[in-house]
């Protein structure tokens, strides 16, 4: 054997190591990755594919949203990471497991609220933080829900019924249950979209208050159809093609530092670049003249 052999066996073996070391910590900063995925349904019709072939990984502590036209699959993509759907092909990884099912770790908020009517604010939550949290004792519960009720200034509405409250009221409830269980991946479903302009701007602002709390370690994805709420909001904007079969159109990245201001942003060059380069990705026409 050469003594330049010899000598070659030790690099090889750090070189190794460190690219081990390197592919872990990859790993281990996504929160999501999602492989080639495509979700096939059987319909009277024949088997009508909502999505395809779509790849996509979210970082730790991301927040990013899915932007398109109806019927682009953004919310069956969603479903696909919320463990509602089941792919078929490819796999979803969340949290370093593949999902194959619903789980504590990954929160959702949908448009319609999804409150029990029969339930006051502060049960509906508890109920949640009790289903989900069986290693918590009572008190650390009940701590849990006043935390998180606090954060969303509805404490003092604690006792009333979801059909006593707003619609501003009954997203906050929600969002604020979702926190509750303390989800390491919380998935937004269009859950501004029903709000009037005001309301919506400001569950903004309440929804990014939460996750400084949680010092910005939570990841959010969300489905929407704002260009302006998916810009405020987002690191990233991920441009559905249209459907059926829809693919990834392309992710723009938006690079406006945080905390953001929404009276500031909307004057900043990066926003109206940014605003513009979405309009023309999901506008086609712009003028009855087109």
């Known amino acids: 054997m050469s003594a330049s ?31 080639n995925v495509s979700v096939s349904f ?12 779509i790849s996509l990984s979210v970082k730790k502590g991301e927040i990013i949203t899915l932007i398109g036209h109806s019927g682009c699959g953004k919310s069956t993509l969603m479903g696909t990471i919320s463990g509602m759907v ?28 999804s409150l029990l009517p029969w339930l ?8 949640a933080v009790d289903s989900a949290l069986k290693d918590k004792s009572a008190a650390e519960k009940v701590a849990l829900v006043e935390t998180n009720l606090k954060m969303v200034n509805l404490w003092e509405h604690k006792d009333k019924l979801p059909g006593q409250l707003s619609g501003g009221m009954k997203q906050r409830v929600a969002i604020a249950r979702a926190f509750s269980i303390n989800p390491k991946i919380l998935l937004l479903d269009e859950p501004f979209g029903a709000l009037d302009a005001l309301t919506k701007s400001s569950m903004h602002v309440e929804l990014l208050k939460l996750w400084n709390l949680d010092n910005r370690e939570k990841t ?20 559905m093609n249209n459907g059926p079969a829809a693919t990834i159109k392309e992710i723009v990245d938006v690079p ?15 926003y109206m670049t940014i605003h513009d380069k979405l309009l023309n990705l999901l506008i086609d026409k712009f003028s009855i003249n087109d």
């Open 256 to 270: 406006l530092p945080r905390p953001r201001n929404k009276k500031d942003i909307v004057h900043d060059p990066a």
């Open 42 to 53: 059987k319909t009277a019709k024949g088997v009508y594919t909502a999505v395809k072939d």
């Open 86 to 113: 089941q792919p078929t092909g490819g796999e979803v990884i969340a949290n370093g497991k593949k999902v194959n099912a619903p789980g504590p770790d990954r929160g959702i908020v949908f448009q319609n609220y």
């Open 5 to 35: 052999t010899i000598e070659s066996k030790p690099t090889d073996s750090i070189n190794t190591i460190a690219d081990q070391i390197l592919e872990q910590a990859v790993v281990s900063d996504k929160s999501i990755d999602v492989k």
């Open 220 to 239: 959010i994805v969300m489905v929407t159809h704002d260009i302006e709420e998916a810009i405020f909001l987002s690191d990233r904007v991920v441009v």
């Open 120 to 127: 006051t604010v502060y049960k509906n939550i508890y109920v």
